[in-house]
């Protein structure tokens, strides 16, 4: 039951920081949406924070598995790095409280060591991953574009989270996708 428990936890978490937009939930709360008592949301992660960084690995987990999944598909530097930016705002990545939680994690990251070394992996990661295949199509240039592009990114998620409307993932990945084009000397499409 345990692993029920947590993952209905990490969910509860991810509802909860959405319907209030912040991190203004607390434990009593999110616990009463997975069904369990506050007591055993203590006991199996300790305070808000540690469900927060919970729920946070929990996106980052379905957001690089779908990356994985849109890498497979793709041949070519080109298509790859598509892949990735539209896996940044497909399906489970870009909805509402998933937006609000990455908010509250910035947030987070500010003042919790653990937050913060999580997001820190989660750039390096991007970065990364957008270096890689940008290396063959702009040479030295590969690590300012990624870094760029990834600060678009996340630009988007945290306008979003601010109440720029109704998620719109092609649109959002369609603003990328021109930069990618403008940065790589193409005509916008």
């Known amino acids: ?10 969910k509860a978490t991810i509802e ?4 209030a937009g912040s991190l203004d939930v607390t434990v009593a709360r999110i616990a009463r ?6 007591a055993l949301a203590h006991h ?9 960084l919970a729920a946070m690995r929990h996106i980052l987990t379905v957001y690089a598995r779908d990356v994985r999944a849109a890498l497979r598909g793709a041949e070519g530097p080109r298509a790859r790095l598509e892949a990735v930016i539209v896996a940044s ?3 489970q990545n870009f909805r509402p409280e998933v937006i609000s939680t990455w908010l509250g994690f910035y947030v987070l990251a500010q003042r919790a060591p653990r937050a913060s070394r999580l997001l820190h992996i989660y750039q390096r990661r991007l970065h990364a ?5 940008l290396r063959a199509l702009v040479g030295a240039r590969a690590g300012a574009v990624a870094s760029r592009l990834a600060a678009l990114i ?4 945290l306008r979003q989270s601010l ?4 998620p719109d993932p092609e649109t959002s990945a369609h603003h990328v996708l021109q930069a990618l084009a403008a940065e790589l000397r193409e005509p916008l499409r």
Do not use: C, Q, T
């Open 89 to 91: 705002f497909a399906g």
């Open 163 to 166: 109440g720029a409307g109704a």
């Open 1 to 10: 039951m345990e692993p029920i428990r947590r993952e209905a936890l990490v």
């Open 16 to 19: 909860e920081i959405g319907a």
């Open 33 to 38: 949406r997975a069904g369990v008592s506050s």
């Open 154 to 157: 996340d630009g988007i998620y």
């Open 44 to 52: 199996y992660f300790g305070g808000k924070d540690d469900i927060l």
């Open 129 to 133: 991953n957008l270096s890689h295949d």
